[in-house]
């Protein structure tokens, strides 16, 4: 079997792009394991226990596995970038997050990869299916699979179609022809770093750049749990769940296409922030139940909100914040005291705009 007959089953499947790397060892290992050994996870403790150690090998996964088919699938809606949307009185939800939950979606277009070949090549083919959940290198396998390069932001960047895509994987028990890692295509641009509000881009000592976690607003707004560290919180701007400045900014997404999968329609876009401040534990489960905004949690949401409040310059968040002030969890309140005091000299109360708002 060639690559090419994978790629015409994943896109008869919905997968824009598709390619095949050997089940082998991953060359990026050594790199993964001194980003984790430097602290740059942070708390994300699931990328350095034992979980870690699977990662190094996709047979700790299937033992009989030989290839490893990664798939691509786009995600970016037709809305404007962060970067060219200025609107304080709304908050900023990362764009991967706007529609339902993608874990369900390519896990389900994977199985029905894996059953076709399956039904192809008889039923002592085994396979097993992977998205982000399975500890595995993924941007690794899918360079080596001729999807993309890895930019200087850390994405994987597809020539024609940029990099808003998620990623997923089958591992399969027969040998395919292989793939090869195009060329990486960053050149001297350094937009994303440069953009990059907290200086969470560094360069590595071995060549290449990582992201620091502990200084990078997708963790601070999904993953930790806790207190953001109050010198890291102007930086975070509006931004509640995630952040897509580093990819708004490469020139590989200036003109990325759109896609048509109506799971990926864009629900949860900017939504106003006065709308969110009042939302009860109940509401935000129903809300985004189906949403990858459910991992920040209801406290979590609410701190985000009260910092995205801070940093809008906006008086008429007072209200608001003085009400989250009051809240029982001690994160919460903490979190809208600071960001009271960062409105201390806003100018006065205006009406907010909600007219077009979907929540
Ligand atoms: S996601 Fe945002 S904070 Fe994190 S590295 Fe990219 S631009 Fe910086
Ligand atoms: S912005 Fe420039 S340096 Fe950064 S990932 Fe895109 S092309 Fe590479």
């Not at 699931?46 to 699977?54: N, W």
């Not at 304080?88 to 990869?113: C, F, T």
């Not at 002030?325 to 006065?348: F, I, K, N, T, Y």
Request: proline share 6%; aromatic share 8%; with cysteine.
């Amino acid at each position: 079997m060639k690559s090419a007959d994978i790629r015409e089953l994943a896109g008869g499947l919905g997968f824009e792009l598709a390619g095949v790397a050997p089940a082998l060892p991953s060359g990026d290992r050594a790199r993964y394991q001194r980003w984790a050994e430097a602290g740059f996870a942070g708390e994300m403790r699931y990328l350095t226990d034992g979980r870690a150690e699977l990662r190094n090998d996709p047979r700790s996964l299937l033992a009989s596995a030989r290839s490893v088919i990664c798939v691509g699938k786009l995600y970016n809606a037709p809305w404007p970038y962060s970067t060219r949307f200025h609107d304080e009185e709304r908050a900023w939800i990362s764009r991967y997050a706007w529609g339902g939950d993608y874990h369900r979606l390519m896990r389900r277009g994977l199985e029905r990869m894996g059953a076709s070949l399956a039904a192809r090549l008889g039923p002592e083919l085994e396979w097993r299916a992977c998205v982000d959940t399975a500890p595995l290198l993924e941007r690794s396998y899918a360079r080596q699979a001729g999807l993309g390069w890895i930019g200087k932001n850390t994405c994987l960047i597809n020539q024609q179609s940029g990099s808003w895509f998620f990623l997923g994987e089958l591992l399969v028990s027969v040998e395919i022809e292989p793939d090869s890692p195009p060329p990486d295509r960053c050149g001297t641009c350094r937009r994303c770093i440069d953009a990059c509000p907290t200086a969470a881009i560094v360069p590595e000592p071995e060549g290449g750049y990582a992201i620091v976690s502990r200084r990078c607003i997708s963790y601070f707004t999904i993953e930790l749990r806790g207190a953001v560290p109050e010198q890291m919180r102007p930086g975070i701007g509006r931004h509640i769940f995630g952040c897509d400045i580093c990819q708004d900014v490469c020139p590989w997404n200036g003109s990325a296409t759109v896609t048509a999968e109506p799971a990926f329609q864009p629900l949860h876009a900017a939504p106003p922030l006065a709308r969110l401040a009042e939302i009860g534990e109940e509401e935000f489960r129903g809300l985004f139940r189906e949403s990858p905004v459910s991992r920040a949690r209801y406290a979590g949401f609410l701190r985000n909100v009260a910092v995205a409040m801070g940093n809008s310059g906006r008086g008429e968040f007072r209200g608001a914040l003085g009400k989250l002030a009051q809240s029982g969890d001690a994160v919460v309140a903490e979190h809208a005291q600071w960001a009271l005091g960062r409105l201390e000299g806003a100018g006065p109360a205006q009406g907010t705009n909600m007219k077009s708002c979907g929540l």
